[in-house]
């Protein structure tokens, strides 16, 4: 049975939802843009790290895999491709060894975990600051207790300071807070 991203996304989400539907702490976000936009990933969970989904359906190519790869590997502390059997083979030798595969079963009624993911430690700065929005980045002067008047300055003058002065860690930290409390997403509306 063939099934498209819709398909592939349903049965996604079911399995999401049911890990962590309790868990206050965790928010699922879809078609999560990334590098302004450069690229954007089909699911994203934000907890305590940033774990990214994938979806390859029937009817997808892998054209866009190399450059998606990339990408996410400068923003995701771990990486799930969630695909389509027929490209599993070739998903195997092209994704990076952290990441986790996932496949459609044969009767599209479930996913089938073929690899567990791996935790990365090492993310990009710039990438994780491309996440928030001006008044994510507002919101960080405070965090970082500079002057209020830093408000004014525009989105990529904020994004140059931040990216110069302030650490991996809190920055991660502030946009993880940012993504997990932002209301009005475009997946939302």
């Known amino acids: 049975m063939l099934l498209n991203d819709k398909g592939v996304r349903k049965l996604l989400d079911k399995e999401l939802q049911s890990q962590y539907r309790d868990d206050p702490n965790t928010r699922i976000i ?8 450069k690229s954007r990933v ?5 907890n305590g790290i940033i774990h990214g989904y994938e979806i390859k359906s029937d009817y997808d190519t ?16 771990r990486m799930t ?17 952290w990441w986790g595969i996932k496949i459609i079963s044969w009767d ?25 929005w001006k008044e994510d980045l507002e919101d960080f002067i ?3 207790g500079y002057p209020k008047k830093m408000k004014k300055l525009k989105k990529h003058q ?6 110069r002065e302030a650490d991996v ?9 940012s993504l997990k409390t932002r209301e009005n997403w475009r997946a939302d509306l």
């Not at 790869?69 to 400068?74: A, D, G, L, T």
């Not at 904020?158 to 990216?163: A, R």
């Open 158 to 163: 904020l994004l140059e300071i931040f990216s």
């Open 108 to 132: 599209a009624t479930r996913l089938i975990e073929k690899r567990k993911g791996r935790k990365q430690s090492t993310q990009d700065k710039d990438t994780l600051l491309s996440l928030l």
């Open 42 to 46: 089909d699911v994203a969970v934000v």
């Open 62 to 77: 892998l054209d866009r895999l190399p450059r998606q790869i990339s990408y996410y590997n400068k923003l995701f502390q």
């Open 169 to 177: 860690y809190t920055i991660q930290q502030h946009v993880y807070r």
């Open 81 to 97: 491709i969630v695909s389509s059997r027929k490209y599993y083979q070739q998903i195997l030798e092209m994704v990076p060894k």
């Open 142 to 144: 405070d965090v970082m």
């Open 30 to 37: 879809n078609e999560l843009g990334i590098n302004n936009g």
